[in-house]
């Protein structure tokens, strides 16, 4: 096992975590089993969660795979349903679930006169079903787990639930309006869901990532080739650190806000972790 940054100890606990199927959320997935979690990985890819599972369980800890999909709310609730009878009842969710679509993103950051009928997709060609997928698989993919999962938390002290905004909630990317839309739903249903359920034991906070590369990402960053796209030269001029993240470098903050001596009284706000980009103005 690798080392627990903060000495957070979670022996003992449940923790569920959707989109594990993924670099950030199996991370996340691996930092909650070192920590002493046992950990639920739910992804529409079942495949891939049980590859991060077996990982875990090849370390010493205990994990499972759940195939989920995160907009369905039939499904999340027989998830979590299996989730308490084999594991326990859930004691920390982390919403991982989310994403961007092509069909919801723009060619051009600036809209140009003559780029209504020009061979590229503007923000007038935008598909609303695009649009609406990413919303949903952001916001949605947060809400429903939330409600299959919170059921095994209320009334029960310690519980915490994280979700994954993003620093695009802070400033708008260009390009890509309807994640960047999505994610400051995400951070704002966090505020909302941290007062909802500050009677009951459970807090509610968010991290907010910067630039990480990932496969989800890799066309925007990256050329075919290998070399850096021109939208990578403007993140990291615009990253003080000058550098994409590690996904280890989330750790921290992770098990900080799950810490319930350290974090006890937090609740209702998103940390972001961006290499100090929303801090930038430019200048």
Same mark, same amino acid.
């Given at each position: 096992m690798q080392k627990n940054v903060l000495n957070t100890d979670l022996s003992g606990k449940v923790a569920v975590v959707t989109g594990a199927g993924g670099?950030?959320?199996?991370?996340?997935?691996?930092?909650?089993?070192?920590?002493?979690?046992?950990?639920?990985?739910?992804?529409?890819?079942?495949?891939?969660?049980?590859?991060?599972?077996?990982?875990?369980?090849?370390?010493?800890?205990?994990?499972?795979?759940?195939?989920?999909?995160?907009?369905?709310?039939?499904?999340?609730y027989a998830v979590a349903d299996a989730v308490a009878a084999e594991l326990g009842p859930c004691d920390i969710l982390v919403n991982g679930a989310g994403g961007n679509n092509a069909r919801a993103q723009t060619d051009k950051e600036y809209f140009e006169v003559g780029d209504i009928d020009a061979d590229t997709k503007s923000f007038f060609d935008l598909?609303?079903?695009?649009?609406?997928?990413?919303?949903?698989?952001?916001?949605?993919?947060? =809400?429903?787990?939330?409600?299959?999962? &919170?059921?095994?938390?209320?009334?029960?002290?310690?519980?915490? *639930?994280?979700?994954?905004? !993003?620093?695009n909630a802070y400033t708008p990317l260009t390009k890509i309006p309807a994640y960047s839309g999505a994610k400051a739903a995400v951070s704002n249903f966090t505020q909302w869901l941290a007062v909802h359920f500050s009677k009951v034991g459970i807090r509610v906070n968010a991290l907010a990532p910067g630039f990480f590369s990932t496969k989800q990402n890799?066309?925007?960053?990256?050329?075919?080739?290998?070399?850096?796209?021109?939208?990578?030269?403007?993140?990291?001029?615009?990253?003080?650190?000058?550098?994409?993240?590690?996904?280890?470098?989330?750790?921290?903050?992770? =098990?900080?806000?799950?810490?319930?001596? &350290?974090?006890?009284?937090?609740?209702?706000?998103?940390?972001? *972790?961006?290499?100090?980009? !929303?801090?930038?103005s430019g200048v």
């Open positions: 670099v950030l959320c199996s991370a996340f997935a691996k930092t909650l089993a070192r920590a002493g979690a046992k950990v639920a990985l739910l992804d529409l890819n079942e495949g891939a969660a049980k590859g991060f599972a077996d990982e875990i369980t090849a370390e010493g800890g205990i994990a499972k795979a759940y195939k989920c999909n995160v907009l369905e709310k039939d499904a999340c598909d609303a079903n695009g649009v609406s997928f990413v919303f949903n698989l952001n916001f949605l993919g947060t =809400l429903i787990p939330t409600q299959a999962f &919170a059921r095994q938390m209320v009334g029960r002290e310690g519980c915490n *639930i994280i979700n994954i905004s !993003s620093m890799a066309k925007l960053l990256w050329n075919d080739d290998g070399t850096p796209t021109a939208r990578t030269g403007k993140i990291l001029a615009a990253t003080p650190m000058g550098r994409f993240g590690e996904s280890c470098e989330l750790d921290g903050a992770l =098990l900080f806000l799950l810490n319930n001596e &350290a974090a006890s009284f937090i609740t209702g706000v998103v940390i972001p *972790i961006d290499g100090g980009f !929303s801090a930038y």
